[in-house]
């Protein structure tokens, strides 16, 4: 098991940036992958953007490609999420999740709810 802790969410005007982080803990060596997604009120969970634990490749969904930049510090077990050019889109309720499997991490940006392991999320809102 991976316990994982956001922090770090706030409220910025659209243009603006944010840096959100996610502290890992427990058997962090058995996870492929971390990744983030966000829900906001009435919509699906979206996967946002997936690291892979060994190598350090990520992914982004198309909607923060060129915006957004995942990355983790092996070191203080600590998960990244820098957040560049906001809008009010991107509001919503931010999770961390751990991927235990080859395949939810795979298909961590189309199908989020595989990765096993999630955080209590932290709130970003976006105003215009």
């Known amino acids: 098991q991976v316990q994982l802790a956001e922090s770090g969410g706030d409220s910025v005007q659209a243009g603006g940036s944010l840096r959100i982080s996610c502290a890992a803990s427990?058997?962090?060596?058995?996870?492929?992958?971390l990744g983030w997604s966000r829900q906001s009120p009435g919509k699906e969970r979206e996967g946002v953007a997936v690291?892979?634990?060994?190598?350090?490749?990520?992914d982004y969904a198309d909607s923060v490609k060129g915006r957004f930049t995942i990355s983790q510090d092996n070191a203080k077990k600590t998960l990244y999420l820098e957040m560049n050019s906001l809008k009010p889109e991107d509001t919503g309720m931010y999770y961390c999740?751990?991927?235990?499997?080859?395949?939810?991490?795979?298909?961590?940006?189309?199908?989020?709810?595989?990765?096993?392991?999630w955080g209590q999320g932290t709130q970003v809102t976006v105003s215009s």
């Open positions: 999740a751990a991927g235990l499997n080859l395949l939810s991490c795979q298909m961590a940006i189309r199908f989020p709810t595989m990765l096993q392991n």
């Open positions: 427990g058997d962090t060596d058995s996870t492929y992958c």
């Open positions: 690291i892979w634990s060994r190598g350090g490749s990520s």
